[in-house]
């Protein structure tokens, strides 16, 4: 190529133009990213915090893709053999796979969690038998908290099953016992009655809270059970606050809520 007369070798020119064309591509691929995993707007069901963490992903790869691609085309216009370094990349991986295989393994389940829109950080989840909020979430591993404090650090590949309660509505479950003294038709009118007015008093409550009936005959009481809809992660809060308001409501009407006794007889 001779450029003002003056002759210019194309491994001189060729590479050049391969940094050029490249920096031209990977600018195109990421704006193409960016704009299909736009956080402000929800895509395949992620919400802006997973979009972000996609799109910052796919970025990365596509970077390395094309100046690995860039780097390997450079490389043989001065004659060296790319395939042989392609043979021996593959080699590495192969030993740097089986040397690592479980910290791949962490990767690829935290990639398919992130894919799947199985939690997000924030979210209040059961994995295995601990369940707490969700911390922290990275390609490696997984950090919840619980309520009491306590912080466990999973590793990706040992989430199998995951309990998200913070996907849709949760259930408030209440079991009130009263004596088998107390005439049933009273307890349900008074139960109806408080739960009416519950709505209004805890705002986590999306429906009107549903007196199922008589659930057990025990030992000593019959227990009610009393069920309402709350809004995701909130069920425990609104449990609370249900136990409250149906305590006081039979005490004002003269129904105890039975306790076991012990009676304990001094002969002489």
């Not at 802006?48 to 860039?70: D, E, G, H, M, P």
């Not at 001065?78 to 479980?102: E, H, K, P, R, W």
Request: one cysteine or more.
């Amino acid at each position: 190529m001779k450029v003002f007369g003056i002759f210019i070798p194309k491994i001189v020119y060729l590479p050049i133009i391969i940094i050029a064309v490249t920096i031209i591509i990977n600018k195109i691929l990421q704006t193409i990213v960016k704009k299909m995993f736009d956080p402000s707007k929800k895509r395949m069901g992620f919400d802006s915090r997973k979009l972000r963490t996609v799109r910052s992903l796919l970025c990365n790869v596509v970077k390395y893709v094309v100046w690995v691609i860039a780097i390997l085309s450079i490389l043989s216009i001065f004659g060296v053999n790319t395939m042989a370094i392609i043979t021996g990349l593959g080699v590495a991986s192969l030993v740097i796979g089986l040397a690592f295989q479980d910290i791949l393994k962490d990767i690829l389940v935290g990639v398919s969690i992130l894919f799947e829109n199985q939690f997000a950080v924030g979210d209040l989840v059961k994995i295995g038998d601990f369940q707490g909020t969700v911390i922290a979430f990275g390609l490696k591993s997984t950090r919840l908290q619980a309520y009491t404090g306590e912080i466990k650090i999973i590793s990706n590949r040992n989430i199998t099953e995951v309990i998200n309660y913070s996907m849709d509505k949760t259930l408030a479950v209440v079991d009130i016992p009263v004596s088998y003294d107390v005439k049933l038709e009273k307890v349900e009118k008074i139960l109806n009655i408080t739960a009416a007015t519950l709505k209004e008093k805890i705002p986590v409550l999306v429906e009107d809270v549903e007196i199922l009936g008589v659930q057990e005959l025990a030992d000593s009481s019959v227990i009610f059970r009393i069920v309402g809809k709350c809004k995701p992660a909130s069920h425990f809060e609104a449990e609370r606050m249900m136990k409250k308001e149906f305590k006081n409501s039979l005490e004002k009407n003269g129904i105890k809520i039975p306790y076991p006794q012990v009676q304990v007889h001094n002969e002489k």
